[in-house]
């Protein structure tokens, strides 16, 4: 871990034994209140995510294979699948981050999804004019 540069996420003890006071923790005061301390769960969910749906519908819930090369392949093709299908979600939020990288002089939004929505937002907070057609105005 110390070549990555990385430290051990350690829980903080929160809970209350039977006299109602709050017990020790092995958390520093100045790591639980540091920005990756914070982070860490949000990294933490992102990877049982993957565990979850590999389990639920990936087939890693109980492998049927024998022999460490058969696991892996099936470990590497459930992860594979999970990224194609994460894949198309991501991609248009990212094709937005690209299109205002040029800086437009405006952005026409027309009604759709979220994702022409998440672009206005994006566009406004860069000081970029914003006209909205269809339902509602800018």
Same mark, same amino acid.
């Given at each position: 871990?110390?070549?990555?540069?990385?430290?051990?996420?350690?829980?903080? +003890? %929160?809970?209350? +034994?039977?006299?109602?006071?709050?017990?020790?923790? @092995?958390?520093?005061?100045?790591?639980?209140?540091?920005?990756?301390? @914070?982070?860490? #769960? $949000?990294? $933490?969910? $992102?990877?049982?995510?993957?565990?979850?749906? %590999?389990?639920?519908?990936? $087939?890693?819930?109980?492998?049927?294979?024998?022999?460490?090369?058969?696991?892996?392949?099936?470990?590497?093709?459930?992860?594979?699948?999970? +990224?194609?299908?994460?894949? #198309?979600?991501?991609? #248009?939020?990212?094709?937005?981050?690209?299109?205002?990288?040029?800086? #437009?002089?405006?952005?026409?939004?027309?009604?759709?999804?979220?994702?022409?929505?998440?672009?206005?937002?994006?566009?406004?907070?860069?000081?970029?004019?914003?006209?909205?057609?269809? +339902?509602?105005? @800018?």
């Amino acid at each position: 871990m110390k070549d990555r540069k990385s430290k051990p996420h350690v829980a903080i +003890n %929160g809970s209350r +034994n039977k006299t109602s006071t709050v017990g020790k923790t @092995a958390v520093a005061q100045v790591v639980a209140e540091s920005e990756a301390y @914070a982070a860490s #769960p $949000r990294y $933490r969910k $992102r990877i049982e995510e993957i565990f979850g749906w %590999g389990k639920t519908n990936g $087939r890693l819930g109980q492998i049927k294979v024998r022999g460490l090369a058969k696991v892996k392949a099936v470990v590497t093709f459930t992860v594979t699948v999970y +990224n194609l299908i994460r894949l #198309p979600k991501a991609a #248009p939020f990212k094709r937005n981050d690209q299109m205002l990288e040029i800086p #437009p002089i405006g952005v026409m939004i027309f009604p759709g999804t979220g994702i022409q929505d998440n672009f206005a937002d994006k566009a406004r907070k860069r000081g970029l004019p914003v006209v909205k057609f269809g +339902n509602g105005g @800018a």
